[in-house]
């Protein structure tokens, strides 16, 4: 969390982890879209009157197992009544490119491997768009949940947006 002088101030938050990251070669993002399917069906399923499942999902984009634009179409179609699974998705690069946040286009993004997490990610909920706005970004009804080659303090506040629940709008 920001302390309003630019340092972070760490806050426990307590929130369900299916998963825990880990890197070890290769982007198998077809796979990782299956098997998180997998998870939020089922959790749905159970929690069918619960805010939506939020992934977070952070990749440099090049995925070693095939197209997984249509896995992630799949997987924001599991939804709880109070709507759609969130895809959430934070393009780490090498380029040198500016940083972009929660873009309405994918004009700007420099390589197919962003144009491809842009395609795959969310559209920000009137919720979240309000929140990210107060933290300080440009966004509207047209914004993905989407960044590209964010700063540290944008990572945190990808996280801190994406994990934002029903119970804090």
């Not at 009157?49 to 179609?77: F, N, Q």
């Not at 109070?82 to 420099?110: K, Q, Y």
């Not at 914004?143 to 303090?153: D, R, T, V």
Request: proline letters at 8%.
């Amino acid at each position: 969390m920001d302390d309003g002088t630019g340092g972070i101030v760490e806050q426990p938050v307590k929130f369900p982890v299916w998963f825990e990251p880990r890197s070890n070669g290769g982007t198998p993002m077809c796979q990782a879209m299956i098997k998180t399917a997998e998870e939020i069906a089922a959790w749905c399923d159970s929690h069918p009157d619960s805010y939506p499942p939020t992934i977070l999902h952070i990749t440099d984009g090049e995925s070693t197992d095939g197209d997984p634009e249509e896995l992630a179409s799949s997987l924001s179609k599991i939804q709880t009544s109070d709507g759609s699974t969130l895809m959430f998705n934070l393009h780490v690069s090498t380029s040198g490119a500016m940083p972009i946040r929660f873009p309405s286009s994918a004009v700007e993004l420099p390589d197919q491997f962003a144009q491809l997490l842009f395609r795959m990610s969310s559209q920000l909920p009137e919720h979240l768009i309000t929140y990210a706005t107060e933290k300080g970004y440009q966004v509207g009804f047209e914004s993905k949940a989407f960044m590209f080659n964010a700063e540290a303090p944008e990572i945190v506040d990808f996280f801190d947006i994406g994990t934002r629940s029903s119970q804090l709008r």
